[in-house]
């Protein structure tokens, strides 16, 4: 299968927050964040996998600042590795300031989706070539943190974590 780079998923949604999307403190909701990372991610996937894709784990979220009523929020999405059915999914969140007009990072998540056939059975993938700098360094670090999300959800015995197990010999 050919090889395609991560900005050929890129996926970029940007969106307001609305009344009906806040806390009691008028800040984003924590799920409506998580949901639209994962429209944008899945979106990210189908285009790398040209397959119906299923979110198999949400591997890391920091909601580092808060997201206030009324701000713009863009979401975007990059594949960073694909392993044989599976991919992981970078998402950077931005937040635009109304009067500059300059984004600044609010948030980042990694999922991994699955890429499945009509019956739901997983399916292969092609490989991803990564191009720039940041997109090596996550390509790198991604088969480490398939083995620590593998081995939190009882799917791998620690002793077979070699990329883990490597961290600390
Ligand atoms: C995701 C799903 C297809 C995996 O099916 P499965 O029978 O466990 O298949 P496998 O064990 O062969 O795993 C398939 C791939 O997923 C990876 N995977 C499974 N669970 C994982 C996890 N928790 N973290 C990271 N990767 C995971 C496996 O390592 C494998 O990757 P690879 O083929 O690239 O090496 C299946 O569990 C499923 O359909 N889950 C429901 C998905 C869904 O509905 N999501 C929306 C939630 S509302």
């Excluded at 991994?112 to 790198?140: I, L, S």
Aim: proline share 5%; hydrophobic share 40%.
């Amino acid at each position: 299968m050919e090889s395609r780079t991560p900005s050929e998923s890129k996926t970029v949604l940007t969106d307001l927050v609305l009344p009906s999307e806040t806390n009691p403190l008028n800040n984003l909701f924590g799920g409506e964040l998580l949901a639209r990372m994962d429209r944008a991610a899945s979106i990210a996937a189908r285009r790398h996998s040209r397959r119906i894709v299923v979110t198999a784990s949400v591997n890391h979220v920091a909601f580092n600042k808060t997201i206030a009523l009324g701000s713009v929020v863009t979401v975007e999405a990059k594949i960073s590795r694909a392993f044989k059915t599976s991919m992981e999914i970078y998402i950077d969140v931005w937040i635009e300031d109304r009067e500059s007009g300059i984004c600044s990072k609010a948030n980042e998540a990694i999922y991994t989706f699955v890429a499945v056939n009509e019956q739901g059975q997983p399916v292969p993938v092609p490989p991803v070539t990564p191009e720039t700098d940041n997109e090596k360094e996550r390509y790198d670090g991604a088969l480490r943190r398939k083995q620590l999300s593998l081995v939190l959800a009882g799917k791998m015995q620690p002793n077979d974590a070699t990329e883990l197990k490597a961290l600390f010999t």
